[in-house]
């Protein structure tokens, strides 16, 4: 077995049956498995995912007193755009492309540091990036932890049920496993710490890079939201921001469900997708504010570039041409002409799209 066979922790309901199908837990099960791994009283190691959902909910009461005391039109287009466009293109170019991928190589740190913190901080690195790791060795297969065919709430609860380093880990491989978030400029665990916390990054930097973040965010957007001025004063503007936030946070959590095609399948392909070795599809919405061009995504993982097409707009890309131009960026990955040479190029002349061998199999009429 291939470590990332096992770096994860597998649900109680199993990945695969005894015939080595994917398994499609109900509803109940997922839930069960939802709270059963949030239970930090039952295991301390526990702590990691109830953080990332605590971010979450402290969030709720800042949204609901945004909404029934601050509540403007411009306010909501601001907190609409911080949350959808900025959230959002920050998560594409810091978790997705840099942090899982190393799609581009900042040149010091300072620019890193800058870069990860450009927006209020909501989920910690290593959440995203060892799942992201397997998402990509068997996309749409059973493993996936993402995968679509296990319905919506398989998908969105799946940071937690699904999303937790293996906490039983040799030495060799947690020092392989500790790799893939070394260049994220996190403070990683010794091998005695991951076995006492059970995951590679330090409990003290992420709570204090939360701490620190938020901090520094809420105090900025405070005395922006007094010095503008914001209609409610500072805290208006906080509250909208942070609400913009939350709804991110909502939201990231369904998009590998939908950016799969929800689970349909072959059926899920539309014009543009020209990748057939999974079921991704290229959506409108997410690739206009977010650059994920998930389809295209998929063709070429380490890509800095997502949208190869013209009318493909890439905020994240942008951002990642911008720093190298200022000297923060030293080198990155375009696969835009690899991409129109092997995909594009191919279908004008034929019409028809490159076969794809090794399909996994479609579980939608399951």
């Known amino acids: 077995m291939k470590l990332l066979d096992y770096i ?32 930090f009283i039952r295991d301390s190691k526990n702590w990691f995912p109830f953080f990332a959902w605590f971010l979450v909910l402290i969030l709720v009461p800042v949204f609901l007193i945004f909404i029934f005391k601050y509540f403007t039109i411009g306010l909501a287009i601001a907190a609409f755009f911080y949350g959808l466009v900025l959230m959002a293109s920050h998560g594409t170019m810091w978790y997705h492309r840099y942090s899982t991928h190393s799609a581009f190589v900042f040149k010091n740190s300072f620019w890193r540091f800058i870069s990860q913190h450009m927006v209020i901080k ?8 060892v799942s992201h790791h397997i998402h990509h060795d068997r996309s749409d ?3 996936d932890p993402y995968n679509a065919f296990g319905g919506f709430l398989y998908c969105f609860l799946a940071d937690t049920n699904h999303q937790l380093m293996n906490r039983n880990l040799s030495p060799e491989d947690y020092k392989t496993a500790s790799k893939m978030m070394e260049h994220t400029g996190c403070k990683i665990n010794s091998y005695e710490a991951y076995r006492k916390y059970g995951t590679i990054v330090s409990p003290m930097y992420i709570f204090l890079s939360w701490i620190l973040n938020w901090t520094f965010w809420g105090a900025l957007f405070y005395f922006l939201g007094e010095w503008i001025p914001v209609a409610g004063g500072g805290w208006a503007l906080v509250t909208a921001m942070f609400s913009g936030t939350f709804v991110w946070a909502i939201g990231i959590r369904t998009f590998n469900y939908g950016g799969h095609g929800a689970g349909k399948g072959k059926k899920a392909w539309g014009d543009s997708d020209y990748f057939r070795g999974d079921y991704s599809i290229n959506q409108l919405w997410p690739g206009f504010v977010a650059g994920e061009w998930h389809n295209n995504h998929h063709v070429y993982g380490t890509s800095a570039r997502a949208g190869f097409l013209p009318y493909q707009l890439d905020l994240p890309f942008l951002y990642v041409k911008l720093l190298h131009f200022l000297g923060g960026v030293s080198s990155y990955r375009d696969n835009k002409a690899e991409f129109l040479k092997f995909y594009v190029e191919p279908f004008k002349k034929t019409g028809k799209y490159l076969p794809q061998t090794n399909l996994p199999k479609d579980y939608s009429e399951n």
Request: charged share 35%; net charge negative.
């Open 8 to 39: 994860l922790i597998e649900p109680r309901y199993k990945w695969t049956d005894e015939k080595g199908e994917f398994v499609k837990p109900s509803s109940g099960e997922i839930l069960s498995e939802f709270f059963y791994r949030m239970n």
């Open 122 to 129: 909501m989920i910690p690195e290593e959440l995203y990036v």
């Open 141 to 143: 297969r059973p493993g």
